[in-house]
Structures are given as structure tokens and as C-alpha cells.
């Protein structure tokens, strides 16, 4: 008998060790203010805009990029340096904006956040996936440059689209590295930040509620992604009809940046949790909001070791999450190159146009995916060496270099072996980070044919 | 003080009725199952049949003695039999705990299918201008063989190799069979059987997408293998049964449930035969093959004194851990079927 129940325990116990989280749907809104001595009328600790305001510079400044008339344009360049670098008062929100009955209730960044920029939180490092060893900011910097005078901010000559690399670049150096490598890394230590005490004097949240907004506030989902779908928070970063009503969860008939809209990197996930085979955004938000509720339980006190290990652990997800959902992309626009590759192999010149423009969104994922805490080391170099500097063009030419004046340096290069590179820049986000969603997989048909074999009888023997 | 957010909802409930149900139920209604409804019901018209015809019965007794040999007390409710149930519904919670920690089929294909991109350039949709269906009918074909022919080596495995061999004792220690001993395994068993089951689909999958350079269509009925559900609907539940069908020559090249019979008998010169599922041109040519020959009046099980409390949940689960972890080094001495040399020592 003892053996019996023995061995029903064991069945048992392995039950409870697997099971799925909680899953209660709930809202990254309000917590109350737990920090001691503080004597102010704040009743919600929660508190992101900062982040949004980066957000909304982001989206403004890849807007500015695609301007250019083809000629140097020095006021355009010095507007895109003012969203990128500058913390000057009264800039307009450029993008996201209105449309139609989609109403955003802000039209003014200060309206959200004053003095704020996205170049004093740009990843620092060297950028070894382009030549020339340039820091975060100075790369944006001469894209923006390049930007300005390129035709809607588009070199056909060369094959770059900066609105796209800035963009995806700005995703992995900003909002990744700021949520993965700062807040949700060394803040979340015991001497960083700590929870006993304000962020900063004065304030009405503690170091550690702070620490962990600011992060969530990067994600840049809807305070109540949780009970969204992944196509609805697609749609609303689309701004599509009808994406108002899910989107507006006060329901005053205005979208407010700050808690009811999708930005980059919760669309991103989005994008790849609608294909059903992941579920990146609804891991890393339900994580932010597991964490919020240990940080307000330990109401204003120093944080146990316990604590701080379950936030520790819980980051850890949030990190390999963002880091899949942007290997996903990576994966995506390379089997975008591909299949543009091989539309132009075959005499499609209106393909040409759209190759560039998923190139810039590999190219800009692929040095986004090496902003994060942690060096990718052999992956990273590999990754840089399969698609280089500059993408194969039709006339088999390619840049493999920037010269002291930042001019161009082009060499020959092969569409056949590029394609090839597509296809193990694929199998090199699959083997590196096992990514599931796999859009536009040039294997694809191989998961149909699996699926339809099932996994009925596989298991079975006699 | 009060918690602020404490999450109450048992989760173990949600677990229950949302992942376990469903994956028991679906054993009894997918056609790619062995025991699904279908399948189960064709076997009985088969014995039924296969009574009155070969005993030269009315068709009114053969029902009865079909009936009997299914579905008899003695047999669903033996004590073997109810140990089989408790194994079906322990083993199904512990294989879906697993299958996270498990390799998926589209990394292992992908891989496969870049590795061959890798050394053979040009290889790659050599096929790619022949007629679709072509490409389905062979692929459908080498599908089945292969994985007939993998389950045939895997089994083989599992009874030369003693430490294997102690695992694959729980499914030989069944003294009466029914068609749901197909659960009576060890999951360490299992999970070999689903690692094969992987290896062989990724393998086909990406050799066909390979060389004919697209997707190719399994053919199939009622979403099943063609081949599959062919082998199943002409009575493979009866393999686990006491109904000794018997193909006469063609037990050459296809198993007969008699010849699976044959394989759980517990007399020793029928030790390590048939280790073959639809096809036995395996054993065949591993010259393990032995015909089946009407009434042989087998026994069925491992027979040894250790084997007296042999349907206890303990001693299906853990006795093989023992077992190797114990004496390994008897265990690779010793012959797999010589069990008795082994458990005296552990008693
Ligand atoms: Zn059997
Ligand atoms: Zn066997």
C-alpha cells in the first residue's frame, strides 16, 4: 500500500512542478503608493511616461526619416536630431497620430513626458555589425545624416532604407537594452534602487515599483494588454477601424498613449504571437505584472532575498522572451530577402523597392538582437558576417566597407551565396534562440507536414 | 497584512479539465490511435467473424465466444488488465508533463533538412518536376516502412539490451491482453518510442521536402495515413487480445495478432520472437521471425517468483530502477530473458 501511494505521490509531484502560471487577466494599473514618509496625494505608485515619450520620439523620428527629397536637407536633419538627441520643449507628435475614429488624446510629446531623448539612453558599445566601430548613438546619428538627403529617406543606389534601420535598430539599442540591461539587471540587485526608500527624493514610488515600471513602460504595451489578443494589440498599432473600441479601456472616445496603445516592441511580439505558436507578449506582460505584485506585497520594505529572487527569476523571462520576439523578426525579414532574392533573380524589377526595405528591417533587427545585457559572442559574429554591411544588389554589388568621410565602399557579391545566407541566417535564430513563430520560414512547408503527421502513434508500441 | 493580489483559482482543477481530458479522450477518438472507437469496434466484428468461421460456429455462438474472449470478465477485469488502466492514466499525465522537455520534430527536421542542403548543393529538388503524386504515394509508402521498420529495431533493442529490457518487462508482465495493453509501458519506454517517433517523421519530412523541393501531401483518410489507418482498421487491437488470428504464409510478410500473441508468450522458445508491428519481413530477415499455428494455448507474461506482486504500481514504475540501478553489472552479464538470476539478488 505505502508503495502504491509511493508511487502516486511521485505521479503527483510531477503534476504540480509544470503547471502554468496563473492566469487571471489583469491590469498593469494601479498599485498603491507603499513608499514610507511619503505625505503627497499620489494614490497609484505606478508611473511609465518617460518611457512613452520615447516611445513617441521613436515613432516620430522614423516618420522624419522617410521626408528626405533627395537633396541635403539641414533643417530635416536638425527636426530628426531634435527627437533623437535634443530635449527641447514643444515637439509635436509626429507619430502616431489620429485616424479617422482611432482619436489619440495626445498631440504633443510634452503632453506626456518633458525633456526627455532617446540618445542619452542609446546603447553605448561598439556596433561591430557595421564597419568603423561606431557607439549606438553615433550609427543613428549618421543614419540620420544619410536620412536627410536620401529620397524619402530611401538609397536605391546602395540598398538602405534608413526610416527602417533606424527604427529597428532604435528598438534593440533603446527599448531593449533600457528594460533588459539597466532596470531590469542591475536595479533589480539589493543595493541598486532598494524598496525602503524612494526612487529619488521626494518621489511617491520606491526605487524598486520604479525600477520595474520604467521596464514595463519600454515594452510599450496597453496597460491592459492581458486581455487583448495578439491580433488586437496588432491592430491597435495599426491604428485599424474598429481598434479603437478594445483600445480605449477608459472609454472616453480618445486613446491615450500612455496606457491604451501598442508600440514597437509589444507589436513585434504581437506579430509573431499571431501566427498561434507562441505567446511571447502574454508571457513578458504577465511576468511584469507577477513582478508588480511582489514588489506592492512587500509594501515599502527592503525586498526578502526570496523576493528578490522571484523578481530576478521573472526578468529572466521577460529578457529571453524580448529576445526570441526579436530573433522572430530577424528570422521573418530574412525569409523576406530570400524570397525578394529570388523574385529578382527571375526579372522582377518592381521587387527592388521592397527588398530594400525588408533588408533595412533584417539588418536593423540583427544589430537590435546584439543590444541587449548579454555579448551573443560567436552568433552575434556570425550573424553580422551572413548579412553584412549592405545587401546584394541586383548587379551583384554590395557595400563591405564606410570610408573616414562616410561615404560608401562597394564590392562584388554573389545573389546565389547572399540567398544561402538568408536561409542560415534563419537556421541561426532557430539553432541560437529556438524561436517558434517562424514567419515567412523558407522551410515552411516541413511544419504543415509534421503537424499533419501527428503525433498520434508515434508514441504507441506494443 | 492583508496580500493585495493573491491568486485564489486551483490551478490543478484548470489542468485537469483543460489539458488531461482532453488528451485521454482524444486516445478514444483520433483515428491516428490505436484504441480510438473505430478501431475497437472493427476489431470485435473481426473476432466475431473470425470465430464463426474458422470454428465453424453458428454465428450466434461465435458472437457469444467473441464476446467472451473480448470483452469476458476475466480479462477486462483481471488484475493485469486493471493494472493497465491505472498505467493509461498515470502514464498520459506524466507524457504530457514531458512533452515540453522533449525535442520538437521541426528542429530536429529543420536541421536535418540544412545538413543535407550542407552536402548535397545540388541535390536539393533533384525530384521537383515529377508528378505530384508521385511524390505522395512515395512518400506515404517510405513513411510507413520506415516507421514500421524503426519500431521493429526499437523493440529489438528493448529486449537485448538488459537495461532496457528491465523497462520493456513492465509491458511483458501483462497476463491478459486487451486491446488497451498498448498503455501498459514504462514511460522511460515511452519516451524512446516518441524519440523514435520524432527521429522518423523529421527524417521523412525533410528528405521529401528535400529532394522534391515543395511540400508534399500524405495520403490520407479521416486525417490519417492511408497506410496507418489500414493497419489499424484490420484489427490490430486484436494484437493485444486473446483472439489467436493467424495469417497462415503470409505471417512472411505481414504480422498477424497471433504472431504478436506468440510474442508476449511467456515459454521460452517463443522468447524474443516477432518483434515486428504490420510488417514482419524485418524479423524475417533478422531471422526472428516464428509463424503462429491456431490454438497454442498460450500463457502470457514474465514468469519468475519475483513477478508474483508483479501488477502493483511500484513494481511497474520503479522495480526497473531498482533493477539497473542495483545491478547493473548482473544486468549486462546476464541474459535479458534470465530474469530469475537478476530479482533473487535484489530480494
Ligand atoms: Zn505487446
Ligand atoms: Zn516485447
Known sequence: MTKKLLAGAIALAGTALVLPACADPDIYGTFPVTVKGYSGSKTNSVAYTGQIARHVLHDSLKKLAGKGNGKPNPALKAEMMSYFAQKTPGRTIIAPTSKKKFVIKQTGVDQISKKKNLAGKTYKGNISGMPNNMTGPQLISFWIDKASSAKKGVDMANGYNYPQLISKFILGAVFYNQAVDNYLDEKMTAKKKPNNKPYKKGAYYTGKEHSWDEAFGYFGTPAHGLSLTPKQLYNIAK?????????DKNGDGKIDLYKEYTFGPAYYAAGADKTGKTSYGKTITQAFLDGRKVIANADGKKLTKAQLAKLQGLAKTIETNWEKTIAEAVFKYAGSCYKDLAAIKSGNKKTLKKYIKHWGELKGFSLALQAGRKNLGEVGAKLNRLIGFGPVMPNQSQVNDIDSKGNYVKGSGSIDNYMGHMLKTQKLMIDAFGIKARMKDQTKGMDAMLKKLGSGSSAEND | MVKFYECTKPMIIDWISQEYIPHLTASFTDPQKRVSIGYLFAAFIIAIIWITVAKKQTFRRGFVLGLKKMIGLSIIWSKSSRADYKLLLINKALL??????????????????????????????????????????????FLFLFDDFSRFAVHLGLHKIPILWAFHKTHHSAETLTPFTVFRAHPVESVIFSLRGTIVQSVAVSLFIFVFGTSIELLTIYGTSILLFAFNATGANLRHSHVPISYGKIEKFFMSPAQHQLHHSSAKQHHDKNFGVALSIWDNWAKTLHFSHGEMGLSFGVKSELYQNNHSLFSLYLRPFQEVIKYPKINSETKPREENVVFKKII
Open chain 2, 96 to 141: 504530457i508533463l514531458l512533452s515540453p522537455f522533449l525535442v520538437a520534430r521541426l528542429t530536429v527536421a529543420t536541421a536535418i533538412f540544412f545538413y543535407l542542403k550542407e552536402i548535397f548543393p545540388y541535390g536539393s529538388g533533384i525530384f521537383a518536376d515529377s508528378p505530384i503524386w508521385i511524390a505522395s504515394v512515395t512518400y506515404t509508402v
Open chain 1, 239 to 247: 491604428r485599424k477601424p474598429g481598434a479603437e473600441k478594445y483600445a
